[in-house]
């Protein structure tokens, strides 16, 4: 059975050492055919239940519905974050990891049951064929999206690269709704968005999927392009409201701004499963000063990279809280039954400090003070408010999360303005190490 690992999200391949010892005691024997008999009994309750209800509830029922749901109920008891994914849930979980997709090319919401566009993506079948933004769709391959959920009418517009679907659009302006036809393609999500703030180089992360190192790569080297390599000042990198994703992705992030020595380590159950990644050297920057961004929906894979940069003190952290999970998981395929996620390990930053139900403190703290109206909705309490998480380790204390709220605004953006004002010298703060009259003299 192949096993792959999330990391917050997370992906490796976890080896499990088991140890067989040989034993003589009649007593230790007789407590193993207890626990075994014990099993047993737990067992045969299962399954009486099950033909109970499948014979006595007020309704015909699934049996592939009721063993699906006692299934996940059992991991879900586990921690918040393993769970049993249907085939369909699997698949979109590889599709999101993988990056890629056959589709159409458009960001969409469901409004008033219809589909309603809210961007088309650049250079793909949607944007090719003149889609616009609140554009709706009411009709896919002429049959009515009225009744359909959100998740149902995307995958109807997913499918084999080079099929053709037919859409109806209703625009504002238009006399009459008109028919759009487009072959399907592979469409990149783009994890990765960057510009230049004067001679400050921007990256932004939202996930972190197959395509994230790469796209990394691209935008660093463009920057420099941009603004010209001797003349950057140093780079923001946001991972607010990022919620994590491939432990691959992160270690290849994380080295992408430190030359050598540890990113991260991974410990399970065993001792055999400790596993320690190392940064494979080239600073991309080449040592321009780094900013990381992150708040309370900065989590797993994004506190893997936070942790790095700050344990190296290759830069300096911003923000508030991140959230705190820190553990691994593996994601183990049923075959045709879907996988299911299972909490395997725990990770640790450089330093050897678990982040779990902790978060990364950042060096410099920096509240955004949202709007009281948006305050709440925006809120995320942090892995040590949900039930059933991991405990800290002995020793440690739990820390709550921050608040996830980014303005829409750049000017009202208060930690990226600040980022901004440090690597300009506007604003100084003992734990920016780095000079700014030192980067602009490069």
Same mark, same amino acid.
């Given at each position: 059975?192949?096993?792959?690992?999330?990391?917050?999200?997370?992906?490796?391949?976890?080896?499990?050492?088991?140890? %067989?010892?040989?034993f003589?005691?009649?007593?230790? @024997?007789?407590?193993? *055919?207890?626990?075994?008999?014990?099993?047993?009994?737990?067992?045969?309750?299962?399954? /009486?239940?099950?033909?109970?209800?499948?014979?006595?509830?007020?309704?015909?029922?699934?049996?592939?519905?009721?063993?699906?749901?006692?299934?996940?109920?059992?991991?879900?008891?586990?921690?918040?974050?393993?769970?049993?994914?249907?085939?369909?849930?699997?698949?979109?979980?590889?599709? *999101?990891?993988? =990056?890629?997709?056959?589709?159409?090319?458009?960001?969409?919401?469901?409004?008033?049951?219809?589909v309603? %566009?809210?961007?088309?993506?650049?250079?793909?079948?949607?944007?090719?064929? =003149?889609?616009?933004?609140?554009?709706? &769709?009411?009709? &896919?391959? /002429?049959?009515?999206?009225?009744?359909?959920?959100?998740?149902?009418?995307?995958?109807k517009?997913?499918?084999? %690269?080079?099929?053709?679907?037919?859409?109806?659009?209703?625009?504002?302006g238009?006399?009459?709704?008109?028919?759009?036809?487009?072959?399907?393609? &592979?469409?990149?999500?783009?994890?990765v968005?960057?510009?230049?703030?004067g001679?400050?180089?921007?990256v932004?992360?939202?996930?972190?999927?197959?395509?994230?190192g790469?796209?990394?790569?691209?935008?660093?080297?463009?920057?420099?392009?941009?603004?010209?390599? @001797?003349?950057?000042?140093?780079?923001?990198?946001?991972?607010r @409201?990022?919620?994590?994703?491939?432990?691959?992705?992160?270690?290849?992030?994380?080295?992408?701004?430190? /030359?050598? =020595?540890?990113?991260?380590?991974?410990?399970?159950?065993?001792?055999?499963?400790?596993?320690?990644? @190392?940064?494979?050297?080239?600073?991309?920057? !080449?040592?321009?000063?780094?900013?990381?961004l992150?708040?309370?929906?900065?989590?797993?894979?994004?506190?893997?990279?936070?942790?790095?940069? *700050?344990?190296?003190?290759?830069?300096?952290?911003?923000?508030?809280?991140?959230?705190?999970?820190?553990?691994?998981?593996?994601?183990?395929?049923?075959?045709?039954?879907?996988?299911?996620?299972?909490?395997?390990?725990?990770?640790?930053?450089?330093?050897?400090?678990?982040?779990?139900?902790?978060? &990364?403190?950042?060096?410099?703290?920096?509240? *955004?003070?949202?709007?009281?109206?948006?305050?709440?909705?925006?809120?995320?309490?942090?892995?040590?408010?949900?039930?059933?998480?991991?405990? %800290?380790?002995?020793? $440690?204390?739990?820390?709550?999360?921050?608040?996830s709220?980014?303005?829409?605004?750049?000017?009202?953006? !208060?930690?990226?303005?600040?980022?901004?004002?440090?690597?300009?010298?506007?604003?100084?703060?003992a734990?920016?190490?780095? $000079? $700014?009259?030192?980067?602009?003299?490069?």
């Amino acid at each position: 059975m192949n096993k792959s690992v999330l990391a917050g999200f997370a992906v490796g391949t976890v080896l499990s050492a088991l140890a %067989v010892f040989a034993f003589q005691s009649d007593s230790f @024997n007789s407590s193993a *055919q207890a626990a075994d008999d014990g099993t047993f009994r737990q067992l045969d309750l299962f399954g /009486e239940v099950f033909d109970r209800v499948r014979a006595d509830y007020v309704e015909p029922t699934e049996d592939a519905k009721l063993i699906e749901t006692a299934i996940n109920g059992m991991l879900t008891a586990l921690d918040p974050h393993s769970s049993y994914m249907n085939p369909k849930s699997y698949r979109d979980m590889q599709v *999101q990891t993988r =990056g890629e997709f056959g589709g159409l090319g458009i960001e969409v919401t469901m409004e008033n049951g219809v589909v309603k %566009v809210v961007t088309p993506i650049d250079d793909t079948p949607a944007s090719r064929a =003149g889609l616009r933004p609140n554009d709706y &769709i009411t009709h &896919i391959d /002429e049959k009515p999206i009225l009744g359909m959920t959100l998740s149902d009418a995307v995958d109807k517009m997913r499918g084999p %690269v080079d099929t053709p679907i037919l859409l109806t659009i209703v625009r504002k302006g238009a006399d009459e709704p008109f028919d759009v036809k487009l072959n399907r393609a &592979i469409i990149t999500i783009k994890s990765v968005k960057y510009h230049r703030e004067g001679d400050i180089g921007y990256v932004r992360i939202t996930t972190f999927n197959e395509q994230t190192g790469d796209l990394l790569d691209e935008a660093v080297h463009t920057l420099q392009k941009q603004i010209g390599p @001797n003349k950057v000042k140093g780079y923001i990198l946001d991972l607010r @409201n990022n919620p994590g994703g491939l432990l691959d992705q992160a270690i290849n992030v994380s080295g992408d701004f430190i /030359e050598e =020595g540890e990113i991260v380590s991974t410990r399970g159950r065993h001792s055999a499963d400790t596993q320690r990644y @190392n940064a494979r050297g080239g600073d991309l920057t !080449k040592g321009k000063p780094v900013i990381v961004l992150v708040n309370g929906g900065s989590a797993s894979a994004s506190e893997i990279v936070a942790g790095a940069i *700050q344990d190296h003190r290759r830069g300096v952290i911003l923000g508030t809280r991140s959230f705190g999970k820190g553990s691994v998981q593996t994601i183990i395929p049923l075959g045709a039954d879907g996988a299911m996620r299972l909490t395997t390990a725990r990770y640790y930053t450089p330093s050897g400090h678990s982040i779990q139900a902790k978060g &990364i403190e950042p060096d410099i703290i920096v509240e *955004q003070n949202p709007d009281p109206k948006s305050k709440k909705r925006m809120m995320i309490t942090g892995e040590a408010e949900l039930p059933g998480h991991l405990a %800290v380790e002995e020793g $440690s204390t739990e820390v709550a999360g921050s608040d996830s709220y980014v303005p829409a605004d750049k000017k009202d953006d !208060k930690q990226l303005l600040y980022a901004i004002d440090l690597l300009n010298g506007v604003k100084k703060n003992a734990a920016f190490k780095s $000079s $700014s009259t030192t980067a602009q003299a490069n």
